[in-house]
C-alpha cells in the first residue's frame, strides 16, 4: 500500500487548524471587544487647541489625583447625542469628564455644549482627529476611564447607554471610584 503524500494531508491539517481557531473565537469571553494597548500605561497628551469659550483639556486634569473620564464626541454623531444626557447625569453627580471633540465644526460643537448641557470640565478640539488616532479611537463616542495618576483603566467603544453600558461600564466605573484618589 501506497503512502500518502503530504501534499494530500495538508487540507484536512489546514481545515482542522481553521476549525480550532473558529472554535477558540467563539469561546472568548467578549469577542467584540478590541482591547486598547493604553490600558495599564499613561494617557496619551491631549491636542492643544481648545473650543472657544470652553476651558481646553490638559494633560495636568489627568493626573490630579482623582478618576476622569475622556469621552471623544462629535455633533455629527447620533450615538453621541444619545449618550449626553447619561454625561450631564454623572456630571451632576460629580464624575469629571472631559470631553474631546473629534473631526467637527467648533461653532457647532459650542452651540451644542450650550443649548443641550456642558457635562465636560474642559474640552479638546481635535479637528484634524489626531488625538483620536493617539489614543487608538475607533469612532465616536468612545469613553476611557482614567485613575488619577494618568493611567487608562478602561475603554469603552459606543454610547454609554442601554444594558451594554449598565453591564460593563458602570461596574468598571464603581471599581475605579472605589479604589481611592490617585488610584
Known sequence: ???????????????????AMFVWGMG????????????GRQAPPFVAASLPG????????LRSGEVTLVNFWATWCPPC????????E?????IRIIGVNI???DAKAVAYLAEQGNPFIAVAADNSGRNAIDWGVTGAPETFIVAGDGTVLYRFIGPLIGSDYE???VPELQRALKRGPGS
Open 1 to 19: 500500500m501506497a503512502r500518502p503524500s503530504l501534499l494530500m494531508l495538508l487540507p484536512p491539517l489546514l481545515f482542522a487548524a481553521l476549525a
Open 28 to 39: 472568548r469571553d467578549r469577542p467584540d471587544d478590541l482591547p486598547s494597548t493604553f490600558i
Open 54 to 61: 470652553i476651558p481646553g483639556a490638559s494633560d495636568a486634569m
Open 81 to 88: 447625542r444619545a449618550e449626553h444626557p447619561k454625561l450631564l
Open 90 to 94: 454623572m456630571a451632576g453627580q460629580g
Open 103 to 105: 473631526r467637527d465644526d
Open 167 to 169: 453591564q460593563r461600564f
